[in-house]
């Protein structure tokens, strides 16, 4: 254990830490300190791993101490979420556990919330958090998806779909505050299917006309709860509203032609339909990257789906 840093003696500016909350094998994201001389002095540096020695020399330490604005840190909630990914940005696996930590839990709060409440605060600070990964490393994405959770459940699906529509959008040059729409809209898209008997959303056979009608009214379920959770940007809306339209006419639910489709809601589209063909379903296996592409791409059924040019450019953001 190295001395690092010599501070001035604010004992009011340092409060104890619980060393019991602290994880092995994770990195420190605030520095601790001890208590000598009259003088507060850093032991271990924020960013470094705490190994089980580390971990002992601490528990020998009569008192340990951290930084009262680094208080909140202690404990990792979606408020720190952020802080967090910063300090685990090189480790994919990491990040990405950290993501879905979050997110599993915002999700199944809201499934369990008679009212459909959702955290909006930490829908906001989830993509903030994926727009940083993909910001400070452009192949973040290239490169995390094999490790991606192979589950169509609206949790896993939602975060997917938010990653790879940021990361179109990253790509497509969207600015700080287009990528956080389009990342808060992709969250948001599916929450509607909430609202719709789970023996439709589960059934293994081909839906009938009447259950596909019930299924297509999961976007304007969705947009209404994302309504009653405060979210009045337009375009936040239109994304979520209009995320199955087709560009040939032939989506839901207003049938809208490539002209009339917002940016955001063809971003969400590619990255929705990319998401549902790379996991697997009761009814097929998944597709790998490059058959869910070329599917999209070259497929009769699909080919006049999309806007070819961010389709394009969704496919050149994993050749590169």
Do not use: C, W
């Not at 989830?126 to 940083?132: D, L």
């Not at 938010?162 to 700080?176: C, E, R, T």
């Not at 009769?300 to 394009?312: G, H, R």
Request: hydrophobic fraction near 40%; charge should be neutral; aromatic fraction near 10%.
């Amino acid at each position: 254990m190295k001395i690092v840093q010599t501070k001035i003696n604010y004992a009011s500016s340092y409060i104890k830490l619980d060393i019991t909350s602290l994880n092995i094998e994770e990195l420190l994201v605030f520095n601790i300190l001890i208590h000598r001389n009259d003088d507060y002095v850093i032991i271990i540096e924020a960013g470094t791993m705490l190994s089980e020695t580390l971990y002992a020399k601490l528990k020998k330490q009569d008192k340990v101490y951290i930084s009262k604005k680094d208080k909140d840190k202690q404990y990792f909630t979606y408020k720190t979420l952020l802080t967090y990914i910063k300090y685990n940005k090189d480790n994919l696996k990491k990040s990405l556990e950290l993501l879905y930590e979050i997110n599993n839990k915002i999700f199944n709060n809201f499934l369990d919330s008679n009212e459909n409440i959702i955290n909006i605060m930490a829908i906001e600070e989830i993509a903030k958090s994926i727009i940083f990964l993909v910001k400070n490393n452009s192949e973040y994405l290239k490169n995390t998806i094999s490790n991606l959770n192979d589950s169509s459940e609206l949790a896993y699906h939602s975060i997917h779909v938010s990653m790879y529509a940021i990361n179109l959008g990253y790509f497509l040059n969207l600015n700080q505050l287009q990528l956080s729409q389009i990342g808060i809209a992709s969250l948001l898209h599916d929450i509607g299917i909430k609202m719709i008997d789970k023996n439709i959303i589960d059934k293994n056979a081909k839906l009938n006309i009447k259950e596909l009608e019930v299924v297509h009214q999961h976007s304007k379920y969705s947009s209404d709860i994302a309504t009653k959770n405060h979210i009045h940007d337009p375009y936040i809306i239109d994304a979520i509203m209009h995320h199955h339209e087709s560009h040939d006419g032939t989506g839901y639910p207003s049938a809208l032609k490539s002209k009339d489709i917002s940016n955001f809601a063809s971003i969400l589209s590619i990255s929705d339909v990319f998401d549902a063909l790379t996991n697997k379903r009761s009814y097929r296996e998944k597709n790998s990257t490059f058959n869910a592409l070329k599917i999209m791409m070259q497929d009769t059924s699909m080919i006049n789906k999309f806007n070819q040019e961010y389709l394009k450019v969704f496919l050149q953001a994993f050749l590169k």
